[in-house]
C-alpha cells in the first residue's frame, strides 16, 4: 500500500507560480506511474498531468499544457508539479494518484485506473 501527501498549495494572483509536492510512503515508490488531477466545487475532478515510473513519459491536459510541468525524484519518493502562469480558472483541490503500471513507460490518464489517492491540496488565483 502507498500513502501520499500533496503539499505546496496556497493563494496565489493570476500570473504567478506555485509548485506542489507529493511524497510517498514506502520503498516501492518507482513502480508507480503517478498523476496529478484536480476538482473545483460542483465539478468532476479531471486529469491535469501524468508521469510513467522511469520519468520517460508525461502527458498534459490541454487547457495546462505549456504551463504545468510534472517531474518526479524517485530517490525522494516525490512528484512535483510546477504550475506557471497561473489562472483563476486554475482555483481547485489538487489531488495526487498512484498507479500500478506494467512497463515503466506506461502512463495513465483516466482517473479510474489509478490505485492510491493523497488527501489534496487547495490552490486558489485570484484575478
Known amino acids: 500500500q502507498v500513502q501520499l501527501v500533496e503539499s505546496g498549495g496556497g493563494l496565489v494572483q493570476a500570473g504567478g507560480s506555485l509548485r506542489l509536492s507529493c511524497t510517498a510512503s514506502g520503498r516501492t515508490f518507482s513502480s508507480y506511474g503517478m498523476g496529478w488531477f484536480r476538482q473545483a466545487p460542483g465539478k468532476e475532478r479531471e486529469f491535469v498531468a501524468a508521469?510513467?515510473?522511469?520519468?520517460?513519459?508525461?502527458d498534459y491536459a490541454d487547457s495546462v499544457k505549456g504551463r504545468f510541468t510534472i517531474s518526479r525524484d524517485n530517490a525522494k519518493n516525490t512528484v512535483y508539479l510546477q504550475m506557471n502562469s497561473l489562472k483563476p480558472e486554475d482555483t481547485a483541490g489538487y489531488y495526487c494518484?498512484?498507479?500500478?503500471?506494467?512497463?515503466?513507460?506506461?502512463?495513465?490518464?483516466?482517473?479510474?485506473?489509478?490505485?492510491?489517492w493523497g488527501h489534496g491540496t487547495q490552490v486558489t488565483v485570484s484575478s
Open positions: 508521469i510513467s515510473r522511469s520519468g520517460t513519459t508525461t
Open positions: 494518484a498512484a498507479a500500478v503500471t506494467p512497463w515503466p513507460w506506461i502512463i495513465r490518464v483516466n482517473r479510474n485506473e489509478y490505485d492510491y
